[in-house]
């Protein structure tokens, strides 16, 4: 449980390959407030619903761990349900609820005293966080411990790390993530996850130039740790970081195979 002024975070056990085994559920303003990534209709979750007056309803991003109550709450709140401009067929599709209105970049969201929509993708194409007071609810972008999967084909390793370095240059006071605790460092996180990607890109890289051709190649070369329960996860992050390198004309990727530039 998070408790904040003007943020309220309510911890959702979901079926989610994140460590933690739950998603952090935020409700932001103190009257016609907006819920933000309802995982599922808890207990909790509905008390806060109740006592905040929630009138609106969004979503960071489409993952099935952050959109499993959007139904039951839109249904039972009559909230007015919020999606990304260009995407809400998408929405629909996650949550089967059809949006009432969209957001893009700088929305002014009517919630509390103000929620402005921040565009950060990359673990998503639809991904956003929201601005609320001093700090930020960013969803799957950042996380206190660990890393973020950043998977293609939907992941975009480019488009992530540019959002975590806008986080950064916007210096919030305090980020609250999907996932985990919250994070009051946020430069030094947002540094951190950079970092993490910068060197995973570099043993990429020395991969292919050493003769790793397959993904699993490029893997097994690539990783120093055991990935074997994530290995689907790791690949397809390996696949994202070849398709950044490949953009950049710092490899050769046809999609199956990889070469040195």
Same mark, same amino acid.
């Given at each position: ?93 996650? $949550?089967? @609820? ?6 893009? #970049?700088?929305?002014?969201?009517? %919630? /509390? !005293? =103000?929620? $402005?929509? @921040? ?6 194409? #639809?991904?956003?966080?929201?601005? %609320? /007071? !001093? =700090? ?126």
């Amino acid at each position: 449980m998070v408790t904040r002024p003007g943020v309220e975070g309510v911890s959702v056990d979901v079926d989610s390959r994140a460590p933690s085994g739950a998603t952090t559920a935020y409700v932001l303003g103190n009257s016609d407030a907006l819920l933000v990534d309802p995982a599922s209709r808890t207990e909790a979750l509905d008390r806060a619903v109740e006592n905040r007056n929630v009138a609106h309803l969004a979503l960071t991003h489409h993952h099935r761990d952050h959109t499993g109550g959007v139904a039951a709450y839109a249904d039972a709140d009559g909230l007015t349900v919020w999606a990304r401009a260009g995407r809400e067929a998408a929405f629909e599709a996650a $949550t089967g @609820v059809a949006p009432d209105r969209t957001f893009r #970049e700088g929305t002014l969201l009517p %919630a /509390g !005293d =103000g929620v $402005t929509v @921040v565009e950060t993708p990359g673990h998503a194409p #639809e991904h956003v966080a929201f601005a %609320a /007071g !001093d =700090g930020l609810v960013t969803g799957d972008l950042a996380v206190a411990e660990g890393s973020v999967v950043v998977g293609a084909p939907e992941g975009d390793m480019r488009a992530y790390v540019t959002s975590l370095r806008r986080i950064h240059a916007r210096d919030p006071n305090v980020l609250y993530p999907g996932h985990g605790p919250v994070i009051e460092d946020p430069r030094a996180t947002c540094r951190r996850l950079i970092d993490h990607r910068r060197q995973r890109e570099q043993r990429v890289l020395a991969a292919v130039d050493d003769g790793g051709r397959t993904l699993a190649e490029v893997l097994d070369a690539a990783y120093e740790k055991d990935v074997s329960d994530v290995r689907d996860l790791a690949l397809a992050t390996v696949r994202a970081h070849l398709e950044k390198l490949a953009v950049e004309g710092r490899v050769r990727w046809d999609g199956e195979r990889a070469r040195p530039s």
